[in-house]
Each structure stands twice: as C-alpha cells, then as structure tokens.
C-alpha cells in the first residue's frame, strides 16, 4: 500500500537556495491599473468551527488513472492539461512526468532525476506545449517529447526559482533573489528568448529561510496567471506584464511571519516553524468566484479552507478520516467552476459514504471496484455549493 500523503505541498530542505522575503504584507508593484479584481483583504480565523468537506460539495465527478507495471504514481505535485485533452502529472519523490488521455488510459512516462549535468534534482517547475513537456531545475529548461527524449536545452542567463509560460514569452520568479546582482524584483516578464522586458512586484526587505520549494508560484487565471509567494500572505494577477495584488490573506496574529525582522539570517527559524503552530506557509488557488487555499502550521501539519471571494464567506475543512488520519486530498487547478482534486484510492469510499449517490459520478470506464483494487491517485472534479 502507498504511503499516505501528508502533506500537499512539497519541502525540500537544501542549502543550494535561500529563499528571502520581505515584511509579507501587501508589496508595492509596477502597476495599479488592472481594472478588474479589485483588491480585497480577507480576514480568516483559524479557529473557526470546522467544516465537512462533502457539506459543502454540490457535486464531484471521479476518474480512475489506468495502474500498469510502468504507471505507478508515487504521488501528485501538479497537474497540465494538455493537446487533445490529455493529462499530465508531475510527481514530486521520483520527478517522474505522467500521461494519460482525457478517459485515464496510460500512455507512458519518464523522469531523468538524478546529480549528473543531464539530469534533474527534482522539477522546480514544468509545463506541456503542443508536442512536448518542458521541466525547468537550476537553471536548465529542457523539452522532452511524451517518450522522455530530449528535444531541446537553453541555459538561463540568471537563477529564477519558479519560471513558467506567459503568452508570447516567459514569467520568472526571482524569490527575493537579485537580478544582475543589484535589482531586486521578484516577478521580471521575458521574451521567448529570456531577455527582461518588464520587472514587478520589488523585494524591499531581505528575509531568508534555507528552503526550496517544488511548487510553482504561478498559475493559470482567465487568460493570464496569478503570482503568489509561498511565505506571502498576498495574491497577485499578472496581465499585460503588470502585476496587481488582489487578495490579502490575513490570518492576523496566527500569521507566523508578523513580527519584526523574523527569522533574519536566524538558523532557528525551521525549528520554530515546527513548534509554533502558526500559519507560514500557504497555496492559494483562484478562479473568478472563488478562493481555495491551504495552508500549513507546521513542514507537514495544513489545513484547507475555501472562500467567496464576493461575500467573504469562508469554510475552514475537516479533513480528517477514519483513526484520524487527514484524508489525501490534494487540489491541483481550477477547470472552470471545479477544482480538480487527487485522493489516494483507500480515502475515496469513505468520502462517497457520506455523499447522496445523485451527488457523484463515475466518469466513463471509471468505477468504484476497480479503483479499490488500484494504488494510483484517483481525480475528483468537485463543484462546490453556493455559500
């Protein structure tokens, strides 16, 4: 049996970057006129009274992904959608890249994890394009075809945590991380050949934790992206290269990184992440109407919580499961007006048990039987009740 998942974002504790940040509030950008998402704070208590998750499920379509000798999914750290519908995955233990088609048949994967000059550590960051998969670590991108062929290599010019697509070109963040040594922007917009054509989002302050993270700061929205710091509690639109907060998070004085001159060059920072039990860390993900976000208390302890970005109204999940294990629910993008989840397949019976039966659905060649004999992560596309 799998091990459970227990947490959805993943830490790799290195010392080859050092991440630093500023005082976590609401940063000053190169631009305030994006006429829509006007910007709102939100105030969220920690304390509130937990909810069930499937209270606020209105309905959830499930896919079982195909389990071969070769498909074996260790786990689920991002998800693509790419030509023809098909399903990409990136996992994060074994930096394996999967593929599927849109009804969940296997159709191969690859990973060239490893220390040699060819290989990756681990995926900072990737993505799918008409005909190939690009996968960005230490400042390679590389392409590989669905095989895991290379196709492609381009060596970047400065050392970017995150990068990811953006219209006719590329967006990099920096993480607090200088650009030619003297201006420190953490969001700089590029061409299709690197070169910086815009900055934004300027890092003021410098705050360093001896963390890198494998999650990617930025993620689809309407037709651009949102760019979200993972030690930020503030969320930003990204579009016409311009950068505009429209979310504050605000967990008030749970928020870990409120005191002053917290964790300067201080070595125990990571201890005091693990033993203060506040809010340090968060993955928020956006759509026009909503808000779902986790967010972490210690390097493996999270909660989960989704909110109306209109009324304000929040419901903070109980997600915990029989013997009171946290139930492996990981949420990977919104696709319209559903977020996408993957589960592990010994939670899902559990989570159907409480739902009404008009209330799922089984996608074609999916069923329940056959996901209970299976150890790969199971998909739920889950559409939430007006609250």
Known sequence: MKSRVKAVLTFVLVGLLVFSCSDNKSQSTTTVDVDAD?????SINVESKRTAFTDLIDNVEILALEETEEAKLSDVMSFERGEDDKLYFATARKGEIFSYTKDGKFLGTFSHKGSSLNEYMFIQSSWTNSDSISIYFNR????????????????LPFNPTHIFPYHDGYVANMNYYPYQDSLFYNVLFMDKEFNVEAMANP?????????????NSFKPYKEDLTYHSVLNDTIFY????????IAQIDFGKNWFWNGEGIAMQDPSVMSRIREDGQVWAMNPFV??????????????????????????????FDLKGEGNQQLSLSPLTWEDDRMLFSILPEDLPQLLSTLNSENYKFLEGSTLEGIQSSQNPVLLWVKFKEF
């Open 287 to 316: 759509n026009d109407k909503l808000i779902y976000l986790t967010y972490y208390t210690s390097l493996a302890d999270y909660s989960q919580f989704v909110l109306n970005r209109s009324t304000r109204n929040y419901e903070i």
């Open 38 to 42: 006007q910007f709102r704070a939100y």
């Open 140 to 155: 390679r991108l590389v392409s590989y075809n669905i095989q895991g062929e290379e196709l492609d290599r381009i060596n």
């Open 238 to 245: 990204l579009k016409d290269k311009k950068s505009k907060p």
């Open 203 to 215: 890092n003021t302050g410098l705050l360093r934790v001896p963390l890198l993270l494998s999650i």
